[in-house]
């Protein structure tokens, strides 16, 4: 009996990446300053610190560690010794912890992400002249606390932090209000805290504050959502842009995970013939490629 010949064959996976996708110029930035901070300390005495995780991101963390520059709580400062290197993290932090470093007599590396130091100067500036503040953002995330360190309540003026609509109606009918947000807040929940806000005060001043970095990944992430089986989103999970990606590629794509390394992708991601990748602002790029290097290998 005559065996039937089959043609066996791979499927190939074709994979696309997000257009813009990684890390943010702030976050980069204090990448490269931690970097350099090692490199001129590595033959000294000097212990070598972050305040607060530089990103949120596990894997630059860890290797942070494994060179030597290990992570700061608010805590700890009582600890430090004169000359010790601490870097300040991309969320910043408050007036009131450089106060204590200084008065401890670290080398302070500021690595503060330039957006958020725009957004500290505002909150500054606009409780000077005795207006509320109003924050959207996520209350416990650090720049969201950094930003609370700069309002100065000696003009009058309340400080709000709100998370949601829901929060802003919340707060009562004000007068000399200003608006801010964390820089990765959603723009969406922005957009509808600015409505009900300037409903409370037709007058509230109202700073465009999201980092165009966040935008241009969403817009990015949406475009290429629509074109593929399944987004896989890279990045760590404590990351708020990173969580926003996500929740973005679902309404669009019924197959996303979010995962912070290649050995965390999904077995049926293996099956899909087309897989988008995009990434959060502080994801490096060689996490991009490790990724793509694994789904890579197993559709040859």
């Known amino acids: 009996m005559e065996v039937p010949l089959f043609l066996c064959y791979t499927k190939t996976m074709e994979i696309i990446r997000a257009s813009v996708l990684g890390y943010c110029m702030g ?3 204090a990448v490269n300053v931690a970097l350099k901070t090692i490199g001129e300390k590595k033959d ?3 212990r070598l610190y972050t305040f607060g995780p530089l990103i949120h991101n596990p894997l630059v963390l860890r290797q942070l560690a494994d060179s030597g520059m290990n992570v700061l709580c608010e805590d700890d400062i009582k600890n430090i010794n004169e000359g010790d290197a601490v870097v300040i993290r991309a969320h910043g932090t408050t007036a009131r912890n450089i106060e204590l470093l200084n008065e401890r007599g670290a080398l302070i590396v500021d690595a503060t992400c330039p957006r958020v130091k725009q957004s500290q100067r505002r909150v500054e500036e606009w409780s000077k002249k005795g207006y509320d503040i109003i924050i959207a953002g996520d209350r416990d995330h650090g720049e ?3 930003l609370e360190g700069f309002f100065d309540s000696s003009k009058g003026g309340k400080l709000f932090v709100v998370q949601s609509s829901d929060e802003a109606e919340n707060i009562p009918q004000r007068k000399k209000t200003a608006l801010i947000s964390q820089t990765t807040f959603s723009p969406q929940k922005y957009d509808s805290i600015i409505h009900i806000i300037q409903e409370k005060d037709p007058d509230a001043v109202i ?3 999201i980092c165009r970095a966040t935008l241009e990944r969403q817009e990015s992430l949406e475009e290429l959502a629509k074109k593929v089986e399944a987004v896989l989103v890279v990045g760590g999970k404590q990351s708020a842009n990173t969580r926003q990606l996500k929740e973005l590629a ?3 794509c019924p ?3 979010l995962i912070e390394d290649e050995s965390e ?3 049926e991601f293996y099956s899909f013939s087309k897989v988008g990748i995009t990434a959060g602002a502080s994801t490096p790029l060689f996490s991009v490629e490790a990724v793509e290097a694994k789904l890579r290998q197993s559709s040859h």
Request: glycine letters at 0%.
């Open 44 to 46: 000294s005495d000097v």
């Open 255 to 257: 197959h996303v995970e």
């Open 250 to 252: 679902l309404k669009f």
């Open 144 to 146: 969201v606390k950094s």
């Open 207 to 209: 700073f465009n504050s």
């Open 27 to 29: 976050v980069e930035r």
């Open 265 to 267: 992708i999904p077995q």
